[in-house]
Nanobody
C-alpha cells in the first residue's frame, strides 16, 4: 500500500516563500510521474505542478508558472514544491500524488496560508 506524507506548509505573508516535501513509500516511486494539486475552501481540487518519472520535464498550471518549481529526488523517494512570490490566492491545502493518474490513497496535505 502506498503512503504519501507531505510536510512544509504554514503561514506566510504575500511575497514570501515556502517549500513543500512529499515522501512516498510502498511503491516503486521512481517509475511514476508525480504532481502537486491543491484545494482551497469551497473550491475543487486543481492541478499545480508535475514532474516526469525521470525528473527531466516539469509542467505547471498557468497560475503558478514562473513562481513555483517542482523537483524530485528519487533516491529519497521525495518530491518537492518550491513556492516563491506567494499570493493570497495560493492559500489551500496541498497534496502530492502520482500524476496524471493518482494512487488510490492521499496524504493529509499541508495547509498553506498566505496573508496580505
Amino acid at each position: 500500500q502506498v503512503q504519501l506524507v507531505e510536510s512544509g506548509g504554514g503561514l506566510v505573508q504575500a511575497g514570501g516563500a515556502l517549500r513543500l516535501s512529499c515522501v512516498a513509500s510502498g511503491r516503486t516511486f521512481r517509475v511514476y510521474a508525480m504532481g502537486w494539486v491543491r484545494q482551497a475552501p469551497g473550491k475543487e481540487r486543481e492541478f499545480v505542478a508535475g514532474v516526469t518519472w525521470d525528473g527531466d520535464s516539469t509542467y505547471y498550471a498557468d497560475s503558478v508558472e514562473g513562481r513555483f518549481a517542482i523537483s524530485r529526488d528519487s533516491a529519497k523517494n521525495t518530491v518537492y514544491l518550491q513556492m516563491n512570490s506567494l499570493k493570497v490566492e495560493d492559500t489551500a491545502v496541498y497534496y502530492c500524488n502520482s500524476h496524471p493518474a493518482p494512487f488510490d490513497v492521499w496524504g493529509k496535505g499541508p495547509q498553506v496560508t498566505v496573508s496580505s
